[in-house]
């Protein structure tokens, strides 16, 4: 009898399949290929539906980690809160769809601050209940 190997050449994934982390990088490097145009409205559907893809695990604690950042409550999503703390010129009610002469910026920030919160959240074994933690203690009334 002839023993089975694993299928997986990266941990406990199969072959093709690839981390948030390295997906993120994929879509940052060829936006193209992924059939986004580079601008950060795109990303922000394209990450809307991966995070839905999961189930809302990929995207989740962002949220209050970018609200932990900005230092006070809001009512508005994370791709507003990224345009907040990158631009808090920004109109509110404009949101990120007319941000056409800073999407270079507002793309490389995304990116800066989704590495921050995934090193923030897998940094520790509890760092995902560390950041709702410091949420709560943080926002409670």
Do not use: C
Not at 131 to 138: K, N, P, V
Request: hydrophobic fraction near 35%; proline fraction near 3%; charge should be negative.
């Amino acid at each position: 009898m002839t023993e089975r190997t694993s299928a997986s050449g990266f941990g406990d994934r199969r072959i093709g399949e690839f981390s948030f982390r390295e997906h993120l990088e994929l879509i940052r490097t060829r936006p193209g290929m992924y059939g986004l145009d580079g601008s950060y409205g795109d990303y922000v559907t394209y990450l809307y539906g991966y995070d839905a893809g999961t189930r809302d695990g990929a995207l989740l604690g962002f949220r209050e980690w970018l609200l932990l950042k900005l230092g006070h409550h809001s009512s508005f999503v994370w791709p507003r809160l990224v345009t907040e703390l990158v631009l808090p010129e920004a109109s509110p009610g404009r949101g990120y769809r007319d941000l056409d002469e800073k999407q270079n910026s507002m793309v490389k920030a995304l990116f800066r601050l989704l590495g921050e919160f995934l090193h923030d959240r897998d940094a520790e074994r509890d760092g995902l209940r560390s950041i709702f933690r410091d949420y709560a203690l943080h926002f409670r009334e």
